[in-house]
């Protein structure tokens, strides 16, 4: 009774400041500013609509964060086309997991042109990232370990691509952890220390799923863009050994430019800062999906309907420009 009787003086203490300072009233709202208008009427202008969500989005932050989504993320002229770019941030709302992010960027990408195929491979290249994260960090492996095993697996493969022009995969089924280890080494040149570690009885399945998913030249996704989808799922976990192998990967074997891995950091954040909003103000989801829908709509509409004067001369800022280039073999497996 005494703790029950402290808790209320408490609470009423804490409460009658905020209550003397507005005379015993919520405080009102204060009106959007010019500039914060003048946002929101480029959103509707770009999106059709003002989603609920940037609506409740701190104004004095509202102007930057519009600015790098409409110049970044909506921008069809980056290094990284449109459709990766929502693979990229498909892959980091799964694992995160974020409900908002996974509807918003699957149906983002499938609107770019991403198959069934490729939106299952940008989740699975995902979840394999998570699984070895967890793995390597629980294990404790040491970090300058890993870093020498995966120096050592790059300098293989880029020795046999140069003799062979492929390095080459496991071409026969594995059924025992004897003959996958005998691939691995065919493959990297020997077996990694964090690999040796895994139970005999899952090694097997995973060199199975790596085969078919990491180190098949012809996925559904280009093999540059998984290592950045990788990527983009290490660095915000974190996991500082993925984030090396995931980059030495993707710009030794792969042949990405510091100005992709870039990109593909950016992208992760972006994910992982709306992701934050969206679930700290529990926004509701079905509105959020209803408000997505407008958008994709609008969007669609103004790619297919003739442009007016004034859009042919203006630069074109659309979500749902097509940038895909065709896919291309992977100078190397990982």
Known sequence: ??????????????????????????AAKPAATGEVQSVYKDIEATLGV?????????????PGAWEEMKHFQMNPNTAIPSKYKELIGLGVAAQIPCHYCIYFHTEVARAQGATDAEI??????A?????????????QYGEENFKSDIDRMISHVQGQSAKEGQAMPAKAAVTNVQEAWRDMEKAYGFVPGFVKALPDEAVVGLWQEMVAIE??????IPGKYRDLISLGVSAQIPCKSCTYADTAFAMKLDGASDREVHEALTMAAAVRHWSTFLNGIQQDEAQFRR???KVLAFAKA????????????????LPLQRNVPS???????R
């Not at 009774?1 to 919520?26: E, H, Y």
């Not at 896919?327 to 497996?333: I, K, V």
């Open 120 to 125: 299952k491979e940008a989740v699975v290249t």
């Open 1 to 26: 009774m005494r703790r029950l009787l402290w808790l209320s003086c408490t609470v009423f203490a804490i409460a009658l400041p905020a209550q003397a300072a507005t005379g015993g009233k919520a």
């Open 50 to 62: 003002v989603p609920g969500f940037l609506k409740a989005f701190p104004e004095a932050a509202l």
């Open 291 to 293: 408000d997505m829908d």
């Open 302 to 317: 103004k790619v297919t309907r003739p442009a007016g004067p004034a859009e042919k001369k203006a630069p074109k800022s």
């Open 215 to 220: 180190m098949n030249p012809n996925g559904a």
């Open 127 to 139: 979840a394999q990232t998570r699984r070895w994260s967890t793995f390597i960090n629980g294990l």
């Open 327 to 333: 896919p291309q073999l992977r100078p190397g497996a």
